[in-house]
Nanobody, 128 residues
Framework: QVQLVESGGGLVQAGGSLRLSCAAS????????MGWFRQAPGKEREFVGS???????DVADSVQGRFTIFREFRRGRVHLQMNSLKPEDTAVYYC??????????????????????WGQGTQVTVSS
């Protein structure tokens, strides 16, 4: 089992920045891939980005150039740095972990059902 706890959400004005963090505990060997997803009201859960144990990262096209993922392997943490936030970024953000390793650009890493473990989510609200 892997336990994931997100932090760092909140209310920010458009153009602002937030950093989300996810702390993993338990069988962290089952966290080869750590991903971020988001879900806005009335919408499906959407892939935001992921970090592989190899050190490679991917982000969705919708956040490319604005969001960055980085990982602290020794501390078992993964972070999502969000800059130039837009109102359409408003959502609950979830951290997820998968025991599988995916190649950079793999479509599987963007699928929610590729992940076995999920955090409780943290709300991000961007005001216009």
């Amino acid at each position: 089992q892997v336990q994931l706890v997100e932090s760092g959400g909140g209310l920010v004005q458009a153009g602002g920045s937030l950093r989300l963090s996810c702390a993993a505990s338990g069988r962290t060997a089952s966290s080869e891939t750590m991903g971020w997803f988001r879900q806005a009201p009335g919408k499906e859960r959407e892939f935001v980005g992921s970090s592989q144990s190899s050190g490679s990262t991917d982000v969705a096209d919708s956040v490319q150039g604005r969001f960055t993922i980085f990982r602290e392997f020794r501390r078992g943490r993964v972070h999502l740095q969000m800059n130039s936030l837009k109102p359409e970024d408003t959502a609950v953000y979830y951290c997820a972990a998968s025991p599988n390793r995916y190649g950079r650009g793999s479509s599987n890493q963007a699928l929610a059902n590729s992940y076995d473990y999920w955090g409780q989510g943290t709300q991000v609200t961007v005001s216009s």
